[in-house]
């Protein structure tokens, strides 16, 4: 069965201080992987796709790594607006995309 | 341009009570998707509907769930005799299936089943 976990479930920072989101995942015939950012109260906002092993994608503080196990999400000198939940998805051969629980990012001035 | 809409914003009805969720994709999007979110958890697929196809339903999790999508665009999420466990936030996402995957998300319905 696919499956997609992410780790930590929650993490705290202090403003510049780097850090990495991991995004495990099992499935068979990866079409992309997909990284997205949620507020509360709001929808998930599309950040990322990778398609295959060693692509990597940046935008501002960000940056998304993939191997053929996992993907990281690398954040340097974070800053309190990129405190949110930052989502995983995988989508494989079939239409559904599969979610993981998200990583709750908290980032203190 | 105009995002993916969805109303009502929020919803409370009594157990026992049918609803009625409604999504306005981005225009032009041919592949629309509805999720559930409960408090803490992750997005569950629920159905996916694109161009004229048949709807994939294989996440609805009974059949008190249905949901259709009228001339390819808005979608209607409908479901029955609502549970208590019926409670979370339902989302809607768009794409351009063509080439690319990447989902467009409303703001998502808030419902509670009281």
């Known amino acids: 069965e696919d499956q997609v976990t992410q780790s930590p479930e929650a993490l705290r920072l202090q403003e510049g201080e780097s850090s990495s989101l991991n995004c495990s995942y099992t499935?068979?015939?990866?079409?992309?992987l997909f990284w997205y950012r949620q507020d509360p109260g709001k929808g998930p906002e599309f950040l990322f796709t990778?398609?295959?092993a060693g692509e990597e994608k940046e935008k501002e503080r960000l940056k998304a790594t993939l191997t053929k196990k996992e993907s990281f999400l690398h954040i340097t000198a974070p800053k309190p607006e990129d405190s949110a939940t930052y989502l995983c998805?995988?989508?494989?051969?079939?239409?559904?995309?599969?979610f993981g629980a998200g990583t709750r990012l908290t980032v203190k001035p | 341009g105009a995002g993916v809409s969805q109303s009502p914003s929020n919803k409370v009805t009594e157990k026992g009570k049918d609803v009625e969720l409604r999504c306005d994709p981005i225009?032009?999007?041919?592949?629309l998707y509805w999720y559930r979110q409960s408090l803490g958890q992750g997005l569950e697929f629920l159905i996916y509907?694109?161009?004229?196809?048949?709807?994939?339903k294989s996440g609805l999790p009974s059949d008190r769930f249905s949901a259709e999508r009228t001339g390819g665009s808005v979608s209607t999420l409908t479901i029955q005799r609502t549970q208590q466990e019926d409670s979370a936030v339902y989302l809607c996402?768009?794409?351009?299936?063509?080439?690319?995957?990447?989902?467009?998300f409303g703001p998502g319905t808030r419902l509670t089943v009281t």
């Open positions: 990778l398609y295959s």
């Open positions: 996402a768009s794409s351009l299936v063509t080439g690319n995957y990447e989902q467009y």
């Open positions: 509907f694109q161009g004229n196809s048949a709807p994939d």
């Open positions: 499935v068979s015939g990866l079409r992309g």
């Open positions: 225009s032009g999007h041919t592949a």
């Open positions: 998805a995988v989508q494989a051969g079939n239409n559904d995309m599969r």
